[in-house]
């Protein structure tokens, strides 16, 4: 199994909702991230997760929680977003943070906040 | 600092014909990988091919092929016998080894567009 899932696909929330992402892989990886994409920009990395301890936090808005239940899913909590947080959430996992692993995305969360 | 460098925002192919594209990498670290991955516009990242700084061959993975210049610090993409599916945007990326940053460095892409 070489995939990462992610859901929802879409998800369109107000600025006072809470709602959360989803991540699983079963590859048996220890690294997970998250990035953010905006519409004809390369991926920027939020958040990355390594044997479940978050390790990198890019200075990202509290208003993003990421939560590591355990060693296959990764969460974002998503509460009192602003219309510029609208982007495509992209997951991904590596076997560990070293430098030669390739990272597996997941097809990721086309998220609107209106 | 680490940087990726992608200079063609985008490019055209015809069908069946071999397409270079380009990334040149600044780094400071001795050990380090590089990759290439595709983005149809679904908005999948699919891995294609890694070189390690320290891989003497150029790496091949099907039809993609790598480039790796190392004194040059270029690593371009070479797609052979280019596909309709082939479509799509396709991004470089670093990743440092020696200076403990476990950070992807992504290039700004190149738009391949595979004309029939």
């Known amino acids: 199994d070489t995939e990462v899932t992610q859901t929802p696909k879409h998800l369109v929330m107000g600025m006072t909702n809470k709602k959360s992402l989803k991540c699983e892989q079963h590859?048996?990886?220890?690294?997970m991230y998250w990035y953010k994409q905006k519409a004809k920009k390369p991926p920027e990395l939020m958040f990355v997760?390594?044997?479940?301890?978050?390790?990198i936090n890019e200075s990202v808005p509290s208003r993003f929680s990421p939560e590591c239940p355990n060693s296959s899913l990764l969460n974002l909590h998503l509460h009192a977003l602003q219309p510029e947080d609208s982007a495509l959430y992209l997951c991904?996992?590596?076997?560990?943070?070293?430098?030669?692993?390739?990272?597996?995305f997941g097809p990721g969360t086309r998220l609107t906040v209106l | 600092a680490q940087k990726i460098t992608q200079t063609q925002p985008g490019m055209f192919v015809q069908e069946k014909e071999a397409v270079t594209l380009d990334c040149t990498y600044d780094t400071s670290d001795q050990s380090y990988g590089l990759f290439w991955y595709k983005q149809p516009s679904s908005g999948e990242m699919i891995f294609l091919i890694y070189?390690?700084?320290?891989?003497?061959q150029n790496a091949t993975e099907g039809r993609y092929s790598l480039n790796f210049q190392k004194a040059r610090k270029s690593a371009n993409l070479v797609i052979s016998a280019s596909q309709l599916g082939d479509s799509a945007m396709y991004f470089c990326?670093?990743?440092?080894?020696?200076?403990?940053?476990?950070?992807?460095?992504f290039g700004t892409g190149t738009r391949l567009k595979v004309l029939a």
């Open positions: 590859m048996g990886h220890r690294a």
């Open positions: 997760y390594s044997y479940e301890k978050l390790s």
């Open positions: 070189q390690g700084s320290y891989d003497e």
């Open positions: 990326a670093m990743r440092g080894g020696t200076s403990g940053t476990y950070k992807y460095i």
């Open positions: 991904a996992s590596s076997q560990d943070v070293s430098a030669y692993n390739e990272q597996f």
